[in-house]
């Protein structure tokens, strides 16, 4: 057979795996948008653009090592993975119910995980270097202990940005 035979061959199984749209779907696609194809999925719904997409997670281990935090390094990981995406989601959400503007965090490429001992809640904040381009997350991290979840850090962003809320008295770093 033929290398491009086969190439095509390849990429029809390919096609078939995926599967098309159902008939309904098909029409209300066609009628909709009759130059696009019916089995073309939509595109996700997107997050602002600029509420964190930008940011990469890493974790403070001066704080860590500081409190005598003796955690292996899949919960140090885990702690960092589980605050960037409770950090982005809550972003995310914020900016979408526009109760923060996507400019806010634009700038910033670093989200720095740290361990802020004796808190009872997450605390977002910047620190006094790098303050342009980094924002902290600190909470109480603890060895076989999630992360802070997407409604604490959010109320924690909401903090940062607007310290005056009333629900920010007592979460300040």
């Not at 190439?7 to 029409?27: F, I, K, S």
């Not at 990981?77 to 950090?87: I, K």
């Amino acid at each position: 057979m033929e290398t491009s035979a086969r190439l095509t061959m390849v990429l029809a199984l390919a096609l078939a795996g995926c599967g098309g749209a159902r008939p309904a779907d098909n029409e209300a696609n066609s009628a909709a948008a009759p130059t696009q194809a019916a089995s073309v999925p939509a595109p996700a719904a997107r997050a602002p653009a600029g509420c964190a997409d930008a940011l990469t997670a890493s974790l403070d281990k001066e704080s860590f090592e500081g409190a005598g935090i003796n955690a292996s390094a899949g919960d140090k990981a885990g702690w960092v993975t589980q605050g960037a995406e409770a950090f982005k989601s809550a972003a995310a959400a914020l900016c979408a119910a526009k109760k923060l503007d996507p400019a806010t965090l634009a700038a910033k490429r670093r989200l720095l995980v740290q361990y802020g001992g004796g808190a009872d809640s997450a605390a977002v904040y910047e620190p006094e270097e790098n303050a342009g381009e980094t924002i902290i997350l600190q909470y109480a991290f603890w060895p076989g202990s999630p992360g802070p979840s997407k409604e604490d850090v959010g109320e924690a962003i909401q903090c940062w940005d607007n310290p005056e809320l009333d629900m920010c008295a007592g979460r300040e770093p």
